[in-house]
């Protein structure tokens, strides 16, 4: 016979609805924590055209960047992420990031401008996302699609995220990323 100590538990961990185990799994507790972030932007590239954006990251937080999801039509594109680089200017306008927690005042440390001027710049991660030209297909694709994977941004620095029309045709893209950060130590 269990316990009334453990039996206490076990009810506390069945989903009263689903009798199931009740499980909250990290980006989920972030989100309720007031953690997480969410933004997203829309663009049109002409035909090898290039947009970039640069992360600026907070002195005391790391980003967990769990997804960014590409989505293209008219043709294809990628997306690249690159650490270290040498950002000379970036004053461009800065993307809103939102908490998906609309209960938590807490608010990113986190700054994603476009139109930075840099040079260099180690490339961390790329993905395509393929379509065609003929408006019958949606090309999507995403960096860190596994519920385990992510990038962990370093505090205080900046990245490149860059996005390339690769097949010479315009192409409208779409991107949503979204992110966690932490503060530092608990990496």
């Known amino acids: 016979m269990l316990s009334n100590k453990l039996n206490q538990l076990l009810i506390n961990t069945i989903e009263f609805v689903t009798r199931g185990i009740k499980a909250i799994n990290t ?7 007031g953690l997480g972030r ?10 090898n055209g290039t947009q970039e954006y640069c992360i600026e990251t907070g002195e005391n937080s790391y980003i967990h960047f769990k997804n960014l999801t ?18 000379t200017s970036n004053t ?15 608010v990113s440390s ?10 260099g710049g180690t490339l961390i991660d790329r993905v395509y996302s393929l379509a065609d030209a003929t408006n019958q297909s949606v090309g999507i694709s995403s960096i860190a699609t596994d519920s385990n994977e992510e990038l962990v941004l370093k505090t205080d620095s900046q990245y490149i995220i ?16 979204f992110f966690y950060e932490e503060e530092e130590g608990l990496a």
Do not use: C, Q
């Open 27 to 33: 980006d989920h507790a972030n989100i309720h924590k």
């Open 92 to 106: 461009g306008n800065e993307l809103f990031v939102s908490n998906p927690n609309s209960v938590s005042s807490s």
């Open 162 to 177: 860059k996005f390339e029309e690769v097949k010479g045709e315009p192409v409208e893209v779409f991107w949503r990323a």
């Open 38 to 47: 969410i933004t997203s932007d829309y663009l049109e590239l002409s035909g």
């Open 110 to 119: 986190a700054i994603i401008r476009k139109n930075p001027t840099y040079t």
């Open 70 to 87: 590409l989505m293209v039509l008219g043709s294809s594109a990628s997306v690249e992420i690159l650490e270290n680089p040498t950002v």
